[in-house]
């Protein structure tokens, strides 16, 4: 089963309006963290921002917010003013303390996202 | 905090030959992990060390690749009689041990691999 689902394959939008990437999870664990990333044509993974499960308060890091509803599983993107150079796929991914000891990344299919000038 | 450094950026090589990737980790960050990204997709995890220690595996790693990080600084991967089914982006990502599940994993540029 999809552990971490992205339902938006590509989306294109106005530049300068805000745009809201949506991500849901599932896990049956009380502690996890959520985290987002952006992969420009250029290949390389950047970390934006973070959401603990514990955390009372949404993310926020510039431009970016969390939209974080944790009895809704989910844990929306939003980027308020977009740019040109937001073009880019962005990943939402979870990771679970109990399942492995590696710590590894579980990721969603991604969402390709067009700015429009 | 250089970041994490993978080199080269990008490797074009004829089936049966083999090759070899290396990543810098941030210094301070003692996980190190490999994972493999093809177009469209999100990253496979392939493999992940604690300081020295390989302590996962993945099963998409085949015989054929191997991976080391030798004084639990920089790690390499080799993968050995290439198949075009290798092309990929191999991204090493790393860590601090400090938060746990809370710390975000950095990544390189990634190098991206061409089997013709």
């Known amino acids: 089963a999809q552990k971490i689902t992205q339902t938006q394959p590509g989306m294109f939008v106005q530049e300068k309006e805000a745009v809201t990437l949506d991500c849901t999870y599932d896990?049956?664990?009380?502690?996890?963290?959520l985290f987002w990333y952006k992969q420009p044509s250029s290949g390389e993974m950047i970390f934006l921002i973070y959401?603990?499960?514990?955390d009372e308060q949404n993310a926020t890091e510039g431009r970016y917010s969390l939209n974080f509803q944790k009895a809704r599983k989910s844990a929306n993107l939003v980027i308020s003013a977009s740019q040109l150079g937001d073009s880019a796929m962005y990943f939402c991914a979870m990771r679970e303390p109990e399942m492995d000891s590696n710590y590894q990344l579980i990721w969603g299919a991604g969402t390709k996202l067009i700015i429009k000038p | 905090d250089t970041g994490v450094s993978q080199d080269p950026r990008h490797k074009i090589t004829k089936r049966g030959q083999n090759v070899t990737f290396r990543c810098d980790p941030i210094s301070e960050h003692n996980r190190l992990y490999w994972y493999r990204q093809t177009l469209g997709q999100g990253p496979e995890f392939l493999t992940y060390f604690q300081n020295e220690a390989q302590l996962e595996k993945s099963r998409l790693l085949s015989d054929r690749f191997s991976a080391e990080r030798p004084k639990g600084s920089f790690s390499t991967l080799e993968i050995q009689r290439t198949e075009q089914g290798d092309s990929a982006m191999y991204l090493c990502a790393s860590s601090s041990p400090g938060q746990g599940y809370n710390s975000p994993l950095h990544f390189g540029n990634g190098t991206r691999l061409t089997v013709t």
């Open positions: 959401q603990g499960s514990y």
């Open positions: 896990t049956s664990d009380q502690s996890y963290g």
